[in-house]
């Protein structure tokens, strides 16, 4: 399950992981008086799906006055936002996150996902923030920092120090970084992730860490032990075919084409979709 990134802060903020102050939004006017709540100079106004590219598709703006949150507002509530990720269809705009302008000296990527084959949490960071994991992964590998996490002992403080060193940080902002990364990592196992990920995470101009970003996934399997985070579900942003399948404990994974096929085992059915693509 996906949740939105409003909702991935509020559950980080729970594991001390630093954030902007923020506020969501379903209208113009909701939007304009969180901005009042914040107070100024700058805010940044975010579209609210379950897609990555937003800012490239039109959906974060930065706004200098009240005017601009009210305008930037009024233009996405409503809009089709068209990313990498979306399709050419892209996703209706529904609500919107109002936050704090934040002064930004570096930006960097840090994200965490289970490892099957080694049965670890598998810690990854990179210097290069704002960009597509797979994107740096292919055009500059070098630059990607991983730390497997064994799971019966937990990030130890020594590796959150190790990956703040290897992006570069240096004195307080490596306590900084190394607090964050406890938090995201006891947020991510507390919570059955299936993938955590600030992208950016950025150095301020005070010298502390915090997300910028917050994308969090959960492991379905898991959620029935998970009501708080099943109360973030938002279906408008699912695939009517995926709901109804859900409601009747099926695995369905919607793709593209018309070819169907009906197997025994996920595994198969995705390997076969593969051969057949």
Known sequence: MKIHEYQAKEVLRKYGVPTPKGHAAFSVDEAVAGAKELGGPIWVVKAQIHAGGRGKGGGVKVAKSLDDVRSYAEAMLGMQLVTHQTGPEGQTVRRLYVESGVDIKKEY?????FDR???????MASSEGGMEIEEVARTHPEKIIKEPVDVRYGLKGYQGRKIAYGLGLTGGAVKSAAKLLDGLYRAFVDNDCSLAEINPLVLTGAGEVIALDAK???DDNSLFRHKEIQAYRDIDEEDPLEIEASKHELSFIKLDGNIGNLVNGAGL???TMDIIK
Do not use: E, I, P
Not at 109 to 113: A, D, E, Q
Not at 117 to 123: C, D, E, H, P, Y
């Open 109 to 113: 990527y840090l994200g965490m996902v």
């Open 216 to 218: 969090l996934n959960f």
């Open 269 to 271: 059915a995705m390997s």
């Open 117 to 123: 084959a080694t049965n670890r949490v598998m810690v």
